[in-house]
């Protein structure tokens, strides 16, 4: 076994439950190099379901960048790699090339950020399994709603801030609500986008900002969803 599926195998063991990857690649070489990463780390739910990592079904979540696309530069050559239990995505850009690069959306901070040592395979060997990410595996909120539900999330949903860090939102409980994913970001998009425009902050790719008139609106709040029974 390599290195890097040492450091991750011994961070996290085998998902629970496993399933088949999600990410591709149309460039032989990087293909090539994930089927052999992949038979060491595997792909599917870690950490108590906190954590959903390289597995099937991230495509869908392509829409939440797209929604976010005030925060989120355009990319032809991205991909999803995982999620954690708040929504925070983890995005390959350039996903087929040697400038490959990994970044962080961050839904509570309302942050979408890199760094220049964060590419994939150190992504999985390095970051990951060393907690480098901040904010990415910090799970007391997770912990606590387990510990009230008895439960894991239903598929695709996660625990999504009612109000944001820069609005006074604060990283408890009380603060974070079930909701679909795909759901929660298309719905704060036009809210968030319109407080980015007010305080000035172009889109990605846009022309210098506008001078601030006023602060952002908080978000409105949006009624919680009531648990699915389960069989």
């Known amino acids: ?25 149309t460039s032989s070489f990087f293909r090539d190099r994930w089927k052999r990463l992949h038979r060491e780390v595997r792909s599917g739910w870690f950490e ?10 991230l495509g869908r979540l392509e829409a939440c960048l797209a ?6 530069p355009p990319n032809g050559d991205r991909q999803v790699l995982g999620y954690n239990a708040h929504g925070s995505l983890l995005v390959l850009h350039d996903a087929n090339t040697p400038e490959a690069s990994v970044h962080v959306l961050d839904p509570f901070r309302v942050a979408y950020w890199t760094n220049p040592n964060l590419a994939f395979v150190n992504l999985i060997g390095h970051w990951l399994p060393e907690d480098q990410l901040p904010h990415f595996r910090e799970r007391a ?14 598929e695709g949903e996660i625990l999504a801030p009612r109000r944001p860090e820069g609005l006074g939102g604060a990283f408890a409980l ?3 609500q079930e909701e679909e994913i795909v759901s929660f970001y298309e719905t704060t998009a036009p809210i968030y986008a319109r407080a980015f425009e007010q305080m000035g902050r172009p889109r990605p790719g846009a022309g210098p900002p506008a001078p601030a008139t006023r602060p952002p609106p908080a978000p409105r709040q949006r009624p919680a969803r009531g648990r699915k029974g389960r069989s």
């Open 174 to 176: 009380d603060n974070f």
């Open 141 to 154: 909120v997770y912990d606590a709603w387990r510990a009230k539900s008895g439960g894991p999330l239903d």
């Open 67 to 72: 929604a976010w696309s005030f925060l989120v």
């Open 1 to 25: 076994m390599s290195d890097v599926g040492k450091a991750f195998k011994a961070a996290f063991g085998r998902p629970e439950p496993e399933t088949p990857s999600g990410v591709t690649f």
């Open 48 to 57: 108590d379901r906190f954590l959903y990592l390289f597995g099937e079904g």
